[in-house]
């Protein structure tokens, strides 16, 4: 009977260290979901800079069209979703989470800038 409470409470033990390490594994993945989420939209967002970059560079070889007005909108609306999905947009935070959904005045105007151009 003593031999058997003594295999419980080792077991228990190893059982107990088991989800100690699980526990660990689970932070350190989160984390590593948390900066693959960031870098992703940290390069969604240069892409969209750079696409803009480009537009910009197009349009000054042509006058303002229907399609350019469209392209902008489209771009500021992919800001504002990314904003939305609770990320910054603006530049000195850019692609980093927006603790607690806080809103940004930054942000705010990096996505309204320039409307109505
Ligand atoms: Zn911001």
């Known amino acids: 009977m003593a031999m058997d409470k003594r295999s419980l409470y080792d077991g228990l033990n190893e059982f107990e260290a088991d989800l100690q390490k699980l526990s660990e594994n689970l ?3 989160k984390g590593s979901l948390q900066e ?3 870098k992703n939209t940290t ?3 240069e892409n969209q800079r750079l696409r803009e970059r480009i537009h910009e560079l197009s ?3 042509s006058a303002h069209s229907e399609k ?3 392209e902008l909108s489209q771009s500021r609306m992919n800001l504002e ?3 939305e999905e609770g990320f910054h947009v603006c530049y000195d935070l850019y692609g980093s989470r927006r603790e607690h959904d806080e809103p940004c ?3 705010l105007e990096v996505i309204y800038r ?3 151009k």
């Open 105 to 107: 005045a930054f942000c």
């Open 114 to 116: 320039d409307s109505g």
């Open 81 to 83: 979703k990314i904003y």
């Open 59 to 61: 349009r000054q070889n």
């Open 27 to 29: 932070v350190e993945m």
């Open 43 to 45: 390069l969604e967002l």
């Open 36 to 38: 693959l989420v960031e």
């Open 68 to 70: 350019d007005k469209q």
